[in-house]
């Protein structure tokens, strides 16, 4: 509370703290815009890794992508219940909606990956799901685990910014590098024709983009409503972390399979 003689009225300070949001966020959206592009690049060298391996290391590869694909689903949800009403809990309902197939279990979105995977002989006929589930591994597990904790537990801005911004709008960059170089495998290219591709034609076109474009502008709007440079600031930690996570996702997984980038 500002003091009776503050030279600065109450409503004047709201302006202030307003424009320092603003501000803020605007530096947010800057550092976030570096680092996409940063990891773009980044990926674009990692990636070249890609054609070069032997099919059954791909394929256990892209098998492991599969776990992120189903928690970050789960980690939406809860989302949508934790943030507060408004335009981005809508969008974040909506998002959710249609990774679940909108009412169609076959058209969600981690069915349509697990089609993907079996078009190019990364599940077998007759797997069950608790067979597929003992495949993750554990570091790929354990990451996951602490993603789904913090959606939980930590402040809903910063759940905000690491699974809806540092999730859904980092995503669409992963998804666009690794789906040229994928298609550049030799086993990819013989058997293009009957590879099941609705999964990347989603993610990999041009909604994962619109995606990104109507939740950057629902948390702009969101942060805008509560006028709160410290709010920024937890958005910012929780995008820093879900970034973070992808980094030590392709890092565990390249390991695990002694995968050489050049």
């Not at 202030?16 to 570096?34: I, K, P, Q, V």
């Not at 349509?112 to 797997?127: K, M, N, T, V, W």
């Not at 666009?176 to 099941?196: Q, S």
């Amino acid at each position: 509370m500002l003091p009776v003689n503050h030279p600065i009225s109450p409503r004047a300070g709201a302006v202030h703290a307003g424009d320092e949001a603003g501000s803020a966020l605007e530096a947010f959206w800057a550092r976030a815009a570096m680092s996409k592009l940063e990891t773009k690049f980044a990926l674009a060298r990692e990636m070249t890794a890609l054609p070069r391996l032997p099919i059954e290391t791909l394929r256990a590869v892209l098998l492991q992508y599969r776990y992120f694909t189903r928690a970050f689903i789960a980690d939406l949800a809860v989302l949508v219940a934790r943030c507060p009403d408004g335009r981005l809990r809508s969008l974040l309902g909506q998002l959710v909606n249609e990774e679940l197939g909108m009412g169609d279990p076959e058209e969600a979105h981690a069915r349509l990956y697990d089609r993907f995977l079996e078009s190019i002989g990364a599940i077998q006929p007759g797997q069950t799901p608790e067979q597929l589930d003992a495949a993750a591994h554990p570091k790929v597990s354990a990451l996951l685990h602490q993603l789904g904790d913090r959606t939980l537990h930590r402040s809903a801005l910063y759940a905000i910014g690491m699974r809806g911004l540092g999730g859904e709008c980092v995503c669409g960059v992963y998804f666009g590098v690794m789906h040229v170089h994928l298609r550049e495998h030799p086993f990819i290219v013989a058997n293009e024709a009957t590879i099941d591709w609705r999964f990347w034609d989603i993610h990999a076109g041009h909604a994962d983009v619109e995606h990104n474009e109507q939740v950057r502008a629902s948390v702009a709007e969101l942060l805008e409503r509560l006028g709160d440079g410290g709010a920024v600031e937890e958005l910012a930690q929780g995008y820093d972390f879900g970034t973070a996570t992808w980094d030590a996702f392709w890092t565990a997984v390249y390991r695990e399979h002694d995968v050489q980038v050049s």
